[in-house]
């Protein structure tokens, strides 16, 4: 799982990139992307490693990407910037809050960008395929070639009257293709407000509409206060009004906005946390954790959380009380779920 931070130039990307991941911003690497990781914190997964006391534990991880920021006044060249996050799994679009430049704006102009970085590609496709379609070729390619320049075509047309790809319908045999394109418009996004020194100010009405479940936080000055004794930092949070970093909570929610869950393994060895795709199936989880234990599936023995809880962390407790499942291989993972995979040796 890799999500970018994209906005334009001096939102606030590398500041946050760094109070996410705890990784130093290399300006050397940003044409790129600069990787750096972060632990997505789990307080059940806490509460696990408190009643295991395992030898080892290790919680999920998401990469993030700093890259580099789109220029407002020169926007050819911002396609090819937003190239290097075709192959992420999602974007973290971060705005600037501390300027006093309009939040809203700033996400309508950033979408923008998005969407004229599709068109790009998608008009490179379009004519390419047309210069493929006036070549001699064996017929069962040109129909392929004339199929597909007919979905880039129908995406084009949605794209330009300003909607998501999302609202096509797109034909089971067609997914491929559109997947094949990366398109950003179509990639999971969050929105990231890196506000300023008044970290109780809401978010206006005007952004919240455009992206209901945008997020702040005061990066700058957490790190600020990261950085003071303990005493001087607990007169300055009463003062600001408030309790604790963000960080934590933006981190989770990240996560979840970009359509990921987790399963727990637990024992006296070891306990973790391993992320997978809503909607993740027992084996693809098995497939996560490695994939001789996709290969050899037996069954899944699943315990969901708040019944583990209830059985005291005990599977024993967990069978006694008819909460322990053994699920095949189609089953669904639920987030939390405690799984332990039965394998052929
Ligand atoms: N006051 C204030 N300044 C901030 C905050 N976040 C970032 N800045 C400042 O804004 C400037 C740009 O921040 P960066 O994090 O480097 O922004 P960026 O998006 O990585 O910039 P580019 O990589 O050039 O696109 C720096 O001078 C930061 O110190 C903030 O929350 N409050
Ligand atoms: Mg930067």
Redesign the pocket.
């Given at each position: 799982m890799k999500v970018g931070l994209v906005?334009f130039?001096?939102?606030?990307?590398?500041?946050?990139f760094q109070w996410l991941t705890g990784v130093e911003p290399d300006p050397s690497k940003?044409q790129q992307g600069q990787m750096g990781m972060a632990h997505v914190p789990d307080p059940r997964l806490a509460k696990i490693i408190e009643h295991f006391k395992p030898k080892k534990h290790r919680y999920a991880e998401i990469a993030f990407l700093d890259t580099?920021?789109l220029s407002l006044s020169e926007r050819k060249d911002n396609p090819r910037r937003l190239g290097i996050l075709r192959e992420g799994n999602g974007l973290v679009i971060?705005l600037d809050g501390?300027s006093g430049a309009p939040l809203a704006e700033q996400l309508t102009k950033f979408r923008e960008e998005l969407l004229f970085a599709d068109l790009d590609l998608l008009t490179n496709r379009s004519e390419k395929l047309a210069a493929q379609l006036k070549r001699n070729k064996p017929q069962k390619e040109k129909e392929l070639d004339q199929a597909e320049a007919d979905l880039v075509k129908r995406i084009m047309e949605t794209l330009e009257a300003g909607k998501s790809p999302r609202e096509l319908h797109i034909r089971p045999e067609e997914e491929k293709t559109i997947r094949q394109f990366q398109l950003l418009t179509l990639k999971p996004e969050m929105v990231f407000v890196?506000?300023?020194?008044d970290p109780k100010a809401p978010l206006p009405d005007d952004l919240l509409k455009l992206a209901p479940h945008a997020m702040a936080a005061?990066?700058?000055?957490e790190r600020e206060l990261a950085e003071l004794d303990e005493e001087s930092r607990a007169v300055f949070m009463a003062d600001l009004g408030i309790s604790g970093s963000k960080r934590d909570e933006v981190i989770r929610n990240l996560f979840y906005g970009m359509g990921r869950i987790v399963f727990f393994t637990v024992g006296h060895d070891e306990c973790r946390s391993w992320a997978i795709d809503k909607g993740a199936t027992a084996i693809e989880g098995a497939g996560v954790i490695h994939t001789d234990l996709s290969k050899n599936f037996i069954r899944a023995e699943v315990i969901g959380y708040e019944d583990f809880v209830k059985a005291n962390y005990e599977e024993k407790n967990a069978k006694a009380a008819g909460t322990f499942r053994l699920e095949s291989k189609d089953y669904v993972v639920q987030d939390a779920d405690i799984m332990h995979i039965r394998a052929n040796a």
């Open positions: 906005g130039a001096g939102s606030g990307k590398s500041t946050t940003i580099p920021g971060v501390f890196s506000q300023g020194d005061p990066v700058k000055l």
